[in-house]
Nanobody, 116 residues
Framework: QVQLVESGGGLVQPGGSLRLSCAAS????????MSWYRQAPGKERELVAV????????NYGDSLKGRFTISRDNAKNTVYLQMNNLKSEDTDVYYC?????????WGQGTQVTISS
């Protein structure tokens, strides 16, 4: 079955960096667009970044381009999110997403906390 497993979250100071990873299995990873979302308690899930199946096209949520970079390694079935110059408002649970057919698949999420 489809599995998405995020890792790489943690506690970092403002201005710091983190790289999140999402290991995918159970489907032909290289054939699907992949996305990162984030969600704070009580708020709607927000799109962070999207990458095309081949990795040549990326899109970002408002105000995130320039600080966040999405990438993928189809040989490793993994999508990454490099986050730089982190701010307190980036504190959220970050989720990996794949849409396969008509169904949304989500990982369990990884907590990112920005605090001094």
């Amino acid at each position: 079955q489809v599995q998405l497993v995020e890792s790489g979250g943690g506690l970092v100071q403002p201005g710091g960096s983190l790289r999140l990873s999402c290991a995918a299995s159970g489907f032909t990873f290289s054939s699907y667009r992949m996305s990162w979302y984030r969600q704070a308690p009580g708020k709607e899930r927000e799109l962070v970044a999207v990458i095309s199946f081949g990795g040549s096209t990326t899109n970002y949520g408002d105000s995130l381009k320039g600080r966040f970079t999405i990438s993928r390694d189809n040989a490793k079935n993994t999508v990454y999110l490099q986050m730089n110059n982190l701010k307190s408002e980036d504190t959220d649970v970050y989720y990996c997403n794949a849409v396969i057919g008509l169904r949304n698949y989500w990982g369990q999420g990884t907590q990112v906390t920005i605090s001094s």
